[in-house]
């Protein structure tokens, strides 16, 4: 016995010789400091907590136990937590020999430092101490029980970072997580993006949704002044034996739905789900279609006519495309969001411009002269943002041998008013090879007056909203009206959109719109029908 204490004392190491019913027979000078006990004492005597990495108290006595009874020895990294100074951490072993059991500590602080930190920075934000995505759900399975989750987010932010920095944007958002915490001090929360976070709510808390959304959207004072954090929340209820992966992907697709339809308070529905897959099909097997070799198979233009309003001729056409996805129809309202968001709606433009030279190349075979008619290609704001974008536009006009004085171009009003410089520059350059540029769905962007005047464009659509119901209700007449001598003033064409009745003619006549396009003269038509168009109204 002497001699191997002799020797672990030699290689200066903390250790304790223990009886099986743990009294300490020997114990080093250092090991005493640890356990704070001395020979004689029941090793678990001094006022020491045995903790794990996550400080979380560790039994020890029962892992000794167990060891001794089965015989086994042992390794555990333990801290010895002290009422007054640091943690002390450490690897501790259990070695039996005869009936004595050695345990020996290595000091090891460092190592378990640094690793607990790497494991912290893995699980948890660093800026606001939140978990991250997967360490909250094991927290959550952990618990075993069925909540409400949440997933918060502040709609400013963004906002709140570009006009006062990131420090204020992270103080918004730390206000808003301290407003869950202190209102439901048993919420588990965890870090979704920049400006979002998810909430756990437990079952046992009488939650109050209205409530708890009113709260966190108080406004808060901060340097005398006053933040609205604009929070949307989107939430799920548990039902059992929901997994709570899904219940988080809910409650995210809630908040999806949120931002989409400018309400700020959302429950999960079973139809979003359904909505959210469609829409990934969807995209699917866009991504399918565009990759084809000819997009002839998949997609085609119609072409509507657009009639001047006095004479009643022809004045030109707006393309607008289809897609037939399986023999169904599918909305360009559904797939040119689509065709933006993954970048290609270039291809489509290009597609716009083939069919569009075709129909050009029959008409005049027909004998009839295109050169008084201007085609209308709608271009997304997407694209006017490209750089290379009148460059890809002219190639592949005149690899089509269309001029640009046969083009107008549409582009929405709302496309215009973000980089107003830079999409103005764009259209002034456009003019100047011979292009015309229409405001398109006129009256729905709110835009100003000054911004209007400095604008380069030649002609304004009146979105169909303001068209259709314009005979019976007394407001669209208004916003009709103001938009009509709105262009009067500019000195700009007007063009109604959607005229289906011949009242809604004689109004758009009255107020002295130049051009009309509508179901009133004809729906979009194929190439050959509106060559038949063309050929019976020569
Ligand atoms: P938009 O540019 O406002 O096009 C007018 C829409 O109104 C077209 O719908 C047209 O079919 C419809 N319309 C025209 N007259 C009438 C009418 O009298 N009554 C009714 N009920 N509807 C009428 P469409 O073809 O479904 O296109 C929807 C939108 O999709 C277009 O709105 C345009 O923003 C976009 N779009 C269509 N084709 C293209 C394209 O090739 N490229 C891009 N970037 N966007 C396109
Ligand atoms: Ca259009
Ligand atoms: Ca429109």
Not at 292 to 296: A, F, M, S, T, V
Not at 368 to 372: R, S
């Given at each position: 016995m002497n001699n191997l204490s002799d020797q672990i004392e030699a290689m200066h190491i903390a250790y304790v010789v223990v009886e099986e019913s743990l009294e300490v027979c020997e114990i080093s000078t250092q090991a005493s400091e640890l356990f704070r006990v001395s020979k004689?004492?029941?090793?678990?005597?001094?006022n020491v907590r045995v903790i794990d990495e996550s400080f979380e108290g560790f039994d020890l006595q029962a892992k000794l136990r167990h060891s001794m009874a089965t015989h086994q020895d042992a390794q555990w990294e333990i801290g010895l937590s002290y009422p007054d100074k640091n943690v002390e951490w450490a690897v501790l072993s259990l070695i039996q020999y005869k009936d004595y059991y050695i345990l020996y500590l290595i000091e090891h602080s460092e190592l378990i430092a640094t690793r607990r930190l790497n494991r912290q920075l893995s699980t948890q934000d660093p800026h606001t101490g939140l978990f991250y995505r997967e360490a909250f759900l094991s927290n959550l399975n952990a618990k075993d029980q069925c909540g409400t989750v949440c997933c918060v987010r502040i709609c400013n932010y963004q906002r709140i970072n570009e006009i006062w920095g990131t420090a204020v944007a992270n103080l918004v958002f730390m206000e808003v997580l301290s407003r869950v915490m202190s209102d439901i001090p048993d919420a588990i929360c965890s870090k979704h993006s920049t400006d979002s976070f998810n909430v756990f709510i437990p079952p046992e808390i009488n939650f109050n949704v209205e409530r708890f959304y009113a709260l966190l959207n108080e406004p808060f004072h901060f340097n005398q002044r006053h933040f609205f954090s604009n929070v949307a929340l989107g939430y799920y209820v548990e039902q059992p034996g929901d997994a709570h992966e899904l219940s988080l992907n809910k409650a995210e697709m809630a908040i999806l739905d949120v931002l989409s339809e400018r309400v700020r308070l959302a429950e999960f529905q079973e139809e979003l789900a359904r909505q959210i897959e469609h829409q990934n099909n969807l995209e699917t097997e866009f991504r399918a279609a565009l990759s084809?070799?000819?997009?002839?198979q998949d997609f085609y233009v119609l072409f509507q006519p657009i009639h001047?309003?006095?004479?009643?001729?022809?004045?030109g056409a707006e393309c607008l495309i289809r897609w037939t996805l399986n023999g169904e129809f599918v909305s360009p309202v559904e797939f040119i969001p689509i065709a933006e968001r993954i970048g290609d709606i270039g291809l489509l433009t290009k597609f716009n411009i083939g069919q569009l030279a075709n129909l050009v190349k029959k008409l005049e075979a027909q004998g009839?002269?295109?050169?008084?008619l201007l085609f209308a290609l709608n271009i997304s704001v997407v694209e006017i943002l490209d750089v290379d974008f009148i460059d890809k536009l002219m190639t592949s006009i005149s690899n089509h041998q269309?001029?640009?004085?046969?083009i107008k171009l549409e582009l929405t009003e709302s496309a215009l008013i973000d980089n107003f410089n830079y999409v103005n520059q764009t259209l002034e350059r456009l003019q100047g090879y011979g292009f015309r540029i229409s405001i398109d769905d006129f009256g729905t962007g709110f835009s100003s007056l000054s911004y209007l005047c400095r604008l380069s464009f030649d002609e304004i659509k009146i979105d169909r909203a303001f068209v259709t119901h314009v005979v019976e209700d007394a407001k669209l007449q208004t916003v009709f009206n103001s938009v009509a001598s709105l262009a009067k003033n500019l000195n700009k064409p007007v063009v109604a959109e959607g005229v289906e009745t011949v009242e809604q003619l004689i109004y758009a006549k009255a107020k002295m719109v130049e051009y009309i396009q509508g179901y009133y003269f004809s729906k979009p038509l194929t190439e050959s029908d509106f060559i038949e168009y063309m050929l019976a109204r020569r």
């Open positions: 004689g004492d029941y090793l678990f005597a001094g084809r070799d000819k997009l002839d001047e309003t006095e004479s009643q001729s022809v004045a009839i002269e295109t050169q008084t269309l001029s640009p004085m046969q």
